[in-house]
């Protein structure tokens, strides 16, 4: 989501979750598999992997928003566009067959680019704030920020259902930037070091996943270069890599993207990345 030197126009946010989580919903760990370099100039606010190597990650900030085509192994940016309006601030990003679409904080404007050559083929209009965005292969998924997700026309961007996420009957709210794995939605919750694991059908949290570890291990490595983290740099990224069954995470202006495996996540045989578009 944004950074918190553009909140003194806006409500402070409401709690995302309990200072100590529900006994009752499970905790998970990452384990950590893989390290790959990340630019530190990427206030990452959407993160997806397309397949043969390549992410597609959007940033934020009014003058430094947009959307690239990145190498994972290297973190080398392939090809890139500004996000088209120059006042706006841009949030998630998903590609959906050929298209890659990209939203904005709080310009109510969201952007369809072709996803290998990112020309703009689009533009759509919506009501709120937009914060993290991905797909589930029929509809595109939006966060606001709220407790809510909504699923939405790709074609029109028109709001087909909506759902509150919720934990033990509490709502979540500061939902962020989102990933659509395996039938579940994978949220991080902004100013947190948790993401949410999500049934979308009933929006109950059905796990926690505690990524503090990867927060450390970032901030300590980006002290090191002589250029810590700031307050605002906080986990956000969430792409899943299926022929090996690993989420890529990673934060904003983190120094690297950390690849993780979680309890139940399955390798995909035959698969190599949703979304995925030519090269």
Known sequence: MLSLLCLTSVAAPAPALPLSPSVRT???????????????????????????????????????????????????????????????????????????????????????????????????????????????????????????????????????????VTDQGQPVRNLNELEYVQGSVYANVWLTDRIAKIDPATGKVMAWIDVSNLTREASTTAARTGKPLTFDDVPNGIAFIPERGTLLLTGKRWPTLFEVKLPGLKVEAGVTGRGAVGR
């Open 26 to 164: 499970p905790l998970l760990t990452p384990r950590v598999t893989a390290r790959f370099p990340h630019d530190r100039a990427a206030f990452t606010q959407g993160l997806q992997y397309l397949g043969g190597g390549v992410l597609l990650e959007s940033t934020g900030q009014v003058g430094e928003s947009g959307v690239r085509r990145v190498d994972l192994k290297t973190g080398r940016v392939q090809a890139s566009v500004a996000t088209p309006l120059a006042q706006a601030f841009g949030e998630g990003s998903t590609v959906l067959g050929s298209v890659a679409y990209h939203i904005t904080w709080q310009s109510g404007v969201a952007f369809a680019f072709d996803a290998t050559t990112l020309r703009e083929t689009g533009r759509y209009r919506y009501t709120g704030e937009g914060w993290g965005l991905t797909n589930d292969g029929k509809h595109l998924i939006m966060s606001s920020g709220s407790a809510a997700l909504v699923w939405r026309d790709p074609k029109t961007f028109a709001i087909k259902r909506s759902v509150t």
